[in-house]
């Protein structure tokens, strides 16, 4: 049978499209399928309220790696940065407004402790040299449990990074992995506010307990981005993250690559052991070389494939990948600037073109991750907030704004039989009302807003358990681990289908990582069956 294309990507998230970017690139036919009306997956602009267009999934950036900006064009497709003024961490009664200048920031953290500006630098000092371990290993492929000489020769070029480490910087690198954020939290800081500020870090990239062994792994991902060239920066994309993924849409086509909107692949075709298409939910089959799953690793192997295809055990052990990630997200449409309970007045600070997070202290993010575990709403949330219209006019009516919010930890099913659909709404008010005091007029403002459960993030972006990141970063679901051992060179144990989605290695975020690596396994495929 002659193959109607060389490459299938089934689904056009950022990571589908970087992999379709690539294999054009290379000069492979190829074909991306989404099955929603707009290319992005998790990174995409849309309007959720009539005049008022938001980044409504993801919406800061870091991780992107710069190869693949670099590679796939993306400046010279439209993408554009912007750069947040800081960051305002609140709790309760306090806050600290960070902007990077040390004068700023010594004299912040000295209202809470003498030591902790100090510590602070010392540990992002850490978090840099020891991460560099890790961002080495970002674009490579994890060495495999069971392979062969380039497995071995993966891992001694890991050992060899981590070579280069000073012994205590090796004993700190594997403490971040091993402990708790909790130990780690407490072996470097001293005041509450310091100490609950890095919790909450965690906590934005976590469903775990902070006292579980590897809950500390997020730091890093905090940590290890960077932004217009600077380490650890988080900024925004002009126009929302929407602009990222059409640009690299523009870059795929630019490379004759063909993208098709509103195509939901039912199933992937398998003939004598071999995926050799895609049908398509209107009965469509195409067929190809190969076949690059975006969907998460449970939505390609326990849906798209049938069982017969893959061994019992690779099934039976996907089906138990932990996932979800306790997020809710709320997207508002303003009528004018929220005031800001620290900086009050209606003209714009500084503070306003920030990332801003509202979190409880730490027990209670901790009480906040075990009510959400039994189904339950936390009291006191944490919230994540940038108002990106401060920055980009491109968003909202002249004076108007939108604002994202990222709330947790939020149940993906709640307690009782109780059903998102009845509670979203008073969940949603309860939000605003706990926002509302520290942006005294928030609610006067809104003239539109957007919510979607951990269920609807689901329902719209194909998210298996509304799961951000394709499956959590824990211990034993990263590196060579994710999301199995014998899928985590983006091979999978289906000859001819591949994986170039979050639930690979390196693992969720907007990095485009995943995509590029499993690019690379399959031209390198390709090219060997020629
Ligand atoms: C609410 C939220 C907030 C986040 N915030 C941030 C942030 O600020 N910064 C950051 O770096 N990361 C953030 N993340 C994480 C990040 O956005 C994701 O990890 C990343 O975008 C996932 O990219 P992906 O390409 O691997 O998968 P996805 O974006 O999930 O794309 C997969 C695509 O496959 C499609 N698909 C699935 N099944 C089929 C099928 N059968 N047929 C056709 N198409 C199919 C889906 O529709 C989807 O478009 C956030 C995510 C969410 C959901």
New binding site residues.
Partial sequence: MSNDFDAIV???????LTAAGYLGKAGLRTLV????HVV????VTEEFHPGYRNSI???????LRPEVIRDLELHQHGYELIHLKGGLEICREDHLYLTGEEANDRAEFGRFSSSDYDAIKRFEAMLEETGTVIRNQWLREPPSLNGGLMDLLGMLKAGRDMHGLSVDLRHRLLQMFTSSAADIIDRWFESPMVRSMYASHCVSGNNASLYHPGSAIPFFHHALGEFDGEKGGWGLSKGGMGQITQAMASFARSKGVEIRTE????KIVVEKGRATGVRLAGGEEISARAILS???PK?TFLK?VDAEHLPAAFVEDISHLRMGHA?L?MNLALNGLPELRDYPGTEMHPQHQSSIVIYPPMDVMEQNYHSAKAGHMPEEPRLDIVIPSTLDDSLAPDGHHVMSI?CKYYPFEPADNQQWDDMRDRVADDIVNHLARYMPNIKSLIVGRQV?TPQD?ERV???TEGD???GRHDLDQIFSLRPHPSAAKYRTPLKGLYLC??GSHPG????GA??HNGAKRVIRDLRKRR
């Fill in positions: 089934i689904g056009a998230g950022h990571n589908g399928l989404e099955r929603r992005g997956g998790a990174a999934a993801s919406y800061v950036v870091s991780l195509a939901v692949v039912d975006n969907a998460d939505r798209l997020s997200r990222l979607l993030l972006f194909g998210l951000i990141f394709h989605g979050s969720g975020a907007v990095s995943p995509g």
